[in-house]
């Protein structure tokens, strides 16, 4: 469901949302149209006040005439504010709907210059009420365009709703120092928290305007039903009858003494001088404590007699009529002051700025799409021409990348071969999709002490659970780990064993990878071989070297060591030592990716080790935390036995499970140890990007030799970066505990980060800690909801 509101609300947004751009821009500039007039015409609406009487209705009327002998006056509208003009307006020309109006000098009844201006906002009204079309069809049109973005505002209610409702922070707030996507979304989304309820008041009124039925069906709500606008056309016309002589309209100086005697408080009086002296004078007015401009009273007077008619005072109207009088107020604001116009005016303002950043949204997603096309796309081209009615699946389970990357050198390898293979990874996977293949590959990396990775949890936990048989299927798995773990390649012989258990039959032995060891590798292109049949011959050699060439010494580069500190003296600890590199940055790394070192005393039959970066590429070098280990060769070589300028050969790798989340969020940081690294570097990147709600929760023995990058991390502290910090070390005699522990004594606030949207990040050792940091979690939040954070991303690990 939520993906279908996400699909609607950008095509709306894209299509109507370009039009919205203008009526919102044009309402910003209506949003103060009557100071705008007035300052740019002074003397017109509003002149110097003189030491001599305001003049009278009838002597306004008459000046009029003078001014304009042929033209009806219609109405004269006065102001009780000493200086304010007398606006005249004349009948209008055939055929049109809206006829002159004039200025009057209150004082001598002289005729005013002009509104100079007014035109262009003529203009700009009938841009934002009609989009300049006909009145009808314009109606119709602003009335679909005001329903589209009452669809927008609440779509987007919706898609934003977070997860700790009553946080106004959440609602309401986001860091200004965000860049790219995460700012643009965080100004989409909470600037629309911000006027919704604005637009939501524009929406309803535009609609009530625009469209006749409803506006029918509110009235009679209201009990303020308006007479059919066609009956008076409707009716057969009468025949012409011979003209009857002029009468002359009478004297409204009596009119005008009765309205005064009857509303001495008022602010402002429109007459309507009737055209015959039989038929009443009508005066709408508002009082000097009116709540709006239109809370209108209104008088009936007989001319004649000067007689009272009707007086409805606003007060006594029905709370429906009152309720009316209120949307047009409302609608351009004046119903609150000069504040309203201000918040109208924003609002306006803030429509074209939702369709600029929502088109460079879409235009981004567009762009992303575009790029995953292109690479599936450069797969995809490898496809066979033959029959693929039976397909191979090649599943993957990855937590670094490194699965994936060898699914797709597999399954490029088998297409070659004219083999066709279906690709999939093993997050989205089901049962019943599983069920359809009649042979399978799986590419499975290990999480840590044999554990699914994140991304994989989901389809584990299924695949345990499930009843039906695969004994119609052929199955491989090439398993990834590293035996320096007790459970070597973990994950990949559960998979192996569940398999075999609900009768799936091996098409080759399970071939377990240790830190992508050649050999194992080309055991599983001999493995390819047999899906490929005639063509194994020439193609499985492509695939052997599509393979191993995963840890071919031509993917490393040549970097220096220049910097060796030791960061825990007199720890009972092994030594911990930060590591920096220098070398050619290029296009850098993301934070929480990994590195391989190659031992540079050790041939290439070497097995690299992995290390968690603990710098960003802005640092331009790479900066390592390692604790050197007894019989540690990559460890020993790095922290001892290297001299300062000695190369080093490193290969970046791209950690995904790791990488910063792609969207804003409150983090929490969880390590022990030289997880420091992997965590240091996400904080140094959200310090630099701006994010401030930050957490970290890191454990060490004692402060006074482990308190590693102290100042750096208090350096935060102090610049606001880490409104929350717990460092706990376990061997201290004040108090001691482990990371798990304090996790335990804060639930309470865990729980509400998690609730307001937090991402979970450990980096640290699987033994003791992060099993303990996973249990303590899953006591804290429960397990299922920690699986839910996982498979939507938001439970990142880095454990070794």
């Known amino acids: 469901m939520k993906k279908l509101w996400f699909q609607l609300h950008w095509f709306v947004g894209i299509t109507a949302g370009t039009v919205l751009m203008v009526i919102g821009l044009s309402g910003a500039v209506l949003a103060f149209r009557e100071q705008i007039l007035d300052a740019l015409n002074p003397g017109v609406r509003n002149v110097a006040l003189q030491d001599a009487p305001v003049l009278s209705p009838q002597q306004f009327m008459d000046a009029a005439k003078a001014f304009k002998p042929h033209e009806r006056v219609t109405s004269i509208t006065l102001y009780n504010t000493l200086g304010s003009s007398a606006r005249v307006g004349l009948a209008p020309p055939p055929g049109q709907r809206k006829g002159e109006t004039i200025y009057l000098n209150p004082y001598?009844?002289?005729?005013?210059?002009?509104?100079?201006?007014?035109?262009?906002?003529?203009?700009?009204?009938q841009l934002h009420r009609f989009v300049l079309l006909q009145r009808d069809p314009g109606k119709m049109v602003t009335g679909v365009l005001a329903f589209c973005l009452m669809g927008l505002a609440l779509s987007g209610l919706y898609l934003r709703w977070p997860r700790r409702v009553g946080d106004w922070r959440t609602w309401l707030t986001f860091d200004t120092r965000m860049k790219g996507r995460s700012f643009l979304w965080g100004l989409h989304s909470v600037a629309g928290t911000w006027v919704m309820v604005v637009f939501l008041m524009f929406t309803a009124s535009g609609v009530y305007w625009a469209f006749d039925?409803?506006?029918?069906m509110a009235d009679g709500w209201m009990g303020t039903l308006r007479p059919p606008r066609d009956v008076a056309a409707a009716k057969p016309k009468a025949p012409k009858l011979a003209k009857a002589p002029a009468v002359e309209a009478a004297d409204l100086s009596a009119g005008w003494d009765t309205f005064r005697n009857n509303a001495p408080d008022w602010k402002m009086a429109l007459l309507r001088p009737p055209e015959r002296a039989t038929q009443p004078l009508q005066i709408l007015w508002v009082a000097k404590d009116a709540p709006h401009v239109r809370a209108r009273s209104s008088m009936s007077i007989n001319l004649q007699t000067g007689a009272l008619l009707k007086n409805e005072l606003y007060a006594d109207k029905p709370l429906g009529a009152r309720f009316q009088s209120t949307i047009y107020p409302l609608h351009l604001g004046t119903y609150f002051g000069v504040t309203g116009q201000i918040i109208v005016f924003i609002a306006a303002l803030a429509l074209p700025g939702f369709g600029i950043t929502g088109w460079m949204l879409y235009l981004n997603r567009r762009k992303?799409?575009?790029?995953?096309?292109?690479e599936r796309a450069q797969f995809a081209a490898t496809a066979p021409a033959g029959d693929h009615d039976d397909p191979v699946l090649m599943a993957y389970a990855s937590q670094t990348g490194q699965a994936e990357r060898l699914a797709l050198q597999s399954a490029a390898a088998l297409r070659k071969a004219g083999v066709a293979v279906h690709v999939h990874s093993l997050e989205n996977m089901t049962l019943p999709q599983l069920s359809t293949y009649r042979r399978a590959l799986f590419v499975a990396s290990s999480f840590g002490d044999g554990e699914p990775p994140d991304s994989a949890r989901r389809f584990s936990r299924l695949l345990h659970a499930a009843a039906q048989e695969l004994k119609h299927m052929q199955y491989a798995v090439l398993a990834l780990g590293d035996r320096n773990y007790a459970q070597f390649c973990g994950f990949g012989r559960t998979l192996d064993q569940r398999l075999a258990v609900m009768g799936a039959q091996p098409l080759h032995p399970m071939v377990e990878v240790d830190n992508g060891d050649a050999g194992a590798l080309t055991r599983w292109g001999n493995a390819l071989r047999g899906l490929m049949g005639d063509a194994a011959s020439d193609a499985g050699d492509a695939a052997e070297i599509a393979l191993t060439a995963n840890a071919a010494d031509d993917d490393y580069a040549s970097w220096r060591l220049m910097g060796r500190i030791l960061l825990n003296p007199g720890s009972i600890g092994e030594p911990l030592y930060?590591?920096?590199?220098?070398?050619?940055?290029?296009?850098?790394?993301?934070?929480?990716?990994?590195v391989d070192i190659w031992p540079g005393h050790y041939g290439k039959d070497a097995t690299p080790r992995r290390y968690s970066l603990a710098s960003v590429k802005e640092d331009g070098c790479m900066q390592l935390v390692v604790r050197k280990v007894a019989d540690g060769l990559a460890s020993g070589w790095l922290t001892a036995q290297a001299a300062i300028g000695d190369e080093v050969r490193v290969r970046l790798v791209v950690n995904p499970s790791f990488d910063a989340y792609p969207a804003p969020a409150p983090a929490i940081y969880i390590g022990n140890g030289s997880g420091i690294a992997g965590l240091r570097s996400h904080l140094r990147d959200r310090v630099r990007e701006g994010p401030s709600r930050n957490w970290l929760i890191f454990g060490e023995r004692q402060q006074q030799y482990d308190a590693v990058c102290a100042e750096e991390i208090q350096g935060w502290r102090a610049r606001g970066f880490l409104p929350e910090l717990d460092l706990v070390y376990s061997r201290d005699v004040t108090g001691g505990g482990?990371?798990?522990?304090?996790?335990?004594?804060?639930?309470d606030t865990l729980r509400a980060w998690i609730n307001d949207g937090a991402v979970i990040y450990v980096c640290g050792s699987q033994h003791g800690m992060a099993g303990g940091v996973d249990d303590a979690l899953a006591d804290i939040i429960g397990r299922a909801q920690l699986e839910q954070l996982a498979e939507a991303g938001r439970y990142r690990r880095d454990v070794y």
């Open 213 to 216: 039925p409803i506006r029918d």
């Open 738 to 747: 482990y990371v798990q522990d304090c996790m335990r004594e804060r639930a």
């Open 368 to 374: 992303q799409k575009r790029i995953a096309r292109a």
């Open 578 to 594: 930060e590591i920096t590199l220098h070398g050619e940055v290029g296009a850098g790394w993301r934070p929480g990716a990994l």
């Open 108 to 125: 001598t009844g002289a005729l005013l210059p002009e509104l100079a201006g007014d035109g262009f906002f003529e203009w700009t009204e």
